[in-house]
């Protein structure tokens, strides 16, 4: 069984910052691609940052330059650095981990996080 959790979500005023983290436990022997999407209020989820196990990364073109994705493998953790932030960035963060466990690899997402951000 893996699990993946999300941490660090809240109400920010405009401008301000957040990193959010996310780990993953349980049965892992590899975990391949860690990425963080969104979903606004009443907006379909979309896809914010990736990064890979070889620490390649990509990002949405609404969050470059002011979002950072890293991992750190020996924890099992992704984090989301969100600098800059909008009213827009407002939504339900999830967290997903492309993990090789047993009996397959797979994908696991996590509950997800709540960032507002207001005035």
């Known amino acids: 069984q893996v699990q993946v959790v999300e941490s660090g979500g809240g109400l920010v005023q405009p401008g301000g910052s957040l990193r959010l983290s996310c780990a993953a436990s349980?049965?892992?022997?590899?975990?391949?691609?860690m990425a963080w999407y969104r979903q606004p209020p009443g907006k379909p989820r979309e896809l914010v940052a990736a990064?890979?196990?070889?620490?390649?990364?990509n990002y949405a073109d609404s969050v470059k330059g002011r979002f950072t994705i890293s991992r750190d493998n020996a924890r099992r953790t992704v984090y989301l650095q969100m600098n800059s932030l909008k009213p827009e960035d407002t939504a339900v963060y999830y967290c997903?981990?492309?993990?090789?466990?047993?009996?397959?690899?797979?994908?696991?997402w996590g509950q997800g996080t709540r960032v507002t951000v207001s005035s």
């Open positions: 997903n981990a492309d993990v090789l466990t047993t009996p397959r690899r797979d994908n696991y």
């Open positions: 349980g049965i892992i022997f590899n975990i391949y691609t």
């Open positions: 990064i890979t196990d070889g620490a390649g990364t």
